[in-house]
């Protein structure tokens, strides 16, 4: 597992590959514009150049992008879709620049309308950027099911994947509180073990490409999404070390959101992340030896 962090790029695309390292991240994600507004921001060649050399030079060994929050792929509103396509297509065409292994994306929101006509609206504007775009992935993000959000249940993201033609680059990005807040109750090893084996009926392992560890500061099935600081939430101690331990997890990159930096993953963040890996490995271990003995 690559544990990393979600950190800034404010002041250019190669400072994200410092931040990432002073926290002692393996793996970064970044927004690729500015959260808050729809305008792109016009990266040249030499930006992405730039990347991927502080990249190789450093620990970061994967990279995430971040579609921002403003884009709703299932909006019945013509402009809206307009600029969801615009921004997403954008997106992909970033994370081939720098290399990324994939853009997360939340599918967006039903709203008012009906839960299936929203997931094929969803879907054909995925397809389109997907067809406009190079070779980036796409990571469709479960949601925590507030507002009409699509992406609730393992059943819904399926859905979208098939709605978006589900070619090879798409893939799905698991969030620990999202699941929680949804209703899957991944509060113990048991508990993921369970929930990883109905995904895997549903969806299909294959299609999990990466990961965001967050705990939740409401309580399961609240379908609220509500970052607490790691191991202080609904998951806890138990929970996190649980998620960031699971073995079907090895080699994914698992971001944290949430932390001490002003809200933002701080080193302390990344290194209780550290530590509360080996603690569920641990624990696990002595699992596997009590019910050999």
Not at 65 to 80: K, P, T, W
Not at 214 to 223: F, T, V
């Amino acid at each position: 597992m690559l544990i990393g962090a979600h950190v800034s790029n404010a002041g250019g695309l190669a400072r994200a590959v410092h931040r990432g390292t002073e926290r002692g991240a393996s793996a970064i994600q970044i927004f690729n514009q500015s959260p808050r507004m729809w305008r792109p921001t016009a990266y040249r060649d030499e930006d992405f150049a730039a990347f991927r050399a502080a990249v190789r030079e450093s620990p970061i060994d994967a990279v995430l992008v971040h579609a921002v929050y403003l884009l709703n792929c299932a909006s019945q509103d013509a402009e809206i879709r307009g600029k969801t396509r615009a921004s997403l297509i954008q997106s992909l065409r970033v994370g081939a620049g720098i290399g990324a292994r994939g853009v997360v994306l939340h599918p967006g929101s039903a709203k008012q309308a009906q839960t299936g006509e929203a997931i094929e609206r969803a879907g054909q504007l995925i397809g389109e950027a997907l067809a406009e775009s190079e070779q980036c992935a796409l990571h469709l993000e479960d949601t925590a099911g507030a507002g009409g959000t699509l992406g609730r249940s393992f059943e819904e993201l399926a859905l979208l994947l098939d709605a978006a033609g589900g070619g090879e680059r798409l893939g799905v990005c698991l969030d620990s509180c999202h699941l929680l807040a949804s209703g899957y109750d991944i509060r113990s090893a048991a508990g993921l073990t369970a929930t990883l084996d109905e995904f895997d009926r549903v969806v299909g392992l294959e299609r999990l490409h990466s990961l965001h560890v967050n705990d939740s500061l409401a309580p399961l099935g609240s379908n609220r999404d509500r970052h607490a600081l790691l191991a202080e939430g609904e998951l806890g101690e138990r929970g996190c070390a649980a998620f960031l331990s699971e073995p079907r997890f090895d080699g994914l990159v698992c971001v944290l959101e949430t932390g001490h930096d002003h809200s933002a993953p701080a080193a302390q963040d990344v290194e209780l992340a550290i530590k509360l890996r080996e603690r569920g490995q641990a624990s696990r271990a002595r699992s596997r030896r009590s019910r050999s003995d």
